[in-house]
């Protein structure tokens, strides 16, 4: 029997692309330290973890672009994932 889901496409930004640092930025500002600073990697020192970059992708129809974050562990908050919208020029 064929299954009636089909896999959503995933992609991913490369460091070389616009929305590379558009993405990291929304996150940074998000998210802040416990000063109030602008905070992109969110490093817990007490587990090691960062924030990272899971990949990109639109509904099944190709709606809602975005790029997934997710960070196991965020000072304060624990297990946070994060979506920022995705713009057709993030892939430039």
């Not at 992609?11 to 590379?20: A, I, Q």
């Not at 602008?38 to 899971?54: H, K, L, T």
């Amino acid at each position: 029997m064929q299954s009636m889901m089909s896999a959503i496409p995933i992609r991913f930004l490369n460091p070389t692309n616009s929305g590379w640092a558009r993405a990291w930025t929304r996150i940074a500002e998000t998210f802040r330290d416990p000063e109030g600073n602008p905070d992109p990697e969110g490093y817990n020192a007490r587990s090691g973890e960062v924030w990272q970059y899971m990949g990109s992708y639109a509904d099944f129809d190709g709606r809602n672009p975005r790029h997934e974050f997710r960070h196991r562990d965020f000072p304060g908050r624990g297990r946070i994932c994060c979506k920022v919208p995705a713009l057709d020029s993030d892939w430039r």
